[in-house]
């Protein structure tokens, strides 16, 4: 690999999603967004749902993540995500069917919802909107 390289990899209890070389990332770290060149200082830290931006050789790449890990080491940077998606695999109208499911439910009365959960998956649906009409 070459000095100005390093390795993305990023996996989901379903499958490798990315894994390839990379000039430079920017994630969504659970304190904000971090930017990553090769050569980073070694760090560890969980990740909000968000949209991961990757730059190869002048070409740019979004993929949603959906909470998890992330550790960089050694021009290495792994990711542990709870599901990831490339922008090219998002399905919109299943994002959309979550989205407005998720809303119905938090809009709902009901006394025993689980309120943070409708709350992620409505954060999901929306991040997986977002990065599927390329903003
Ligand atoms: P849904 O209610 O539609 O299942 P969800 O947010 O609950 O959405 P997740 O639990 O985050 O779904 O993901 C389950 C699996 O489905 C993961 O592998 C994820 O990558 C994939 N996935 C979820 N939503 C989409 C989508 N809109 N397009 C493509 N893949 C998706």
Redesign the pocket.
Known sequence: MSENKQRLEIV?P??KVFSEDVDFLVAPGADGELGILPGHTPLITSLNVGIMRVEQEGKKYSIVV?GGFMEVRNSKVTVLA????RTD????A??E??KK?AEERLASKVPDIDTLRAEL?LR??IT?IKAASGK
């Open positions: 989901t379903q499958k959906s709870t599901a990831a998606e695999e998002i399905d919109v299943r994002a069917a979550a499911r998956a999901r649906a997986r």
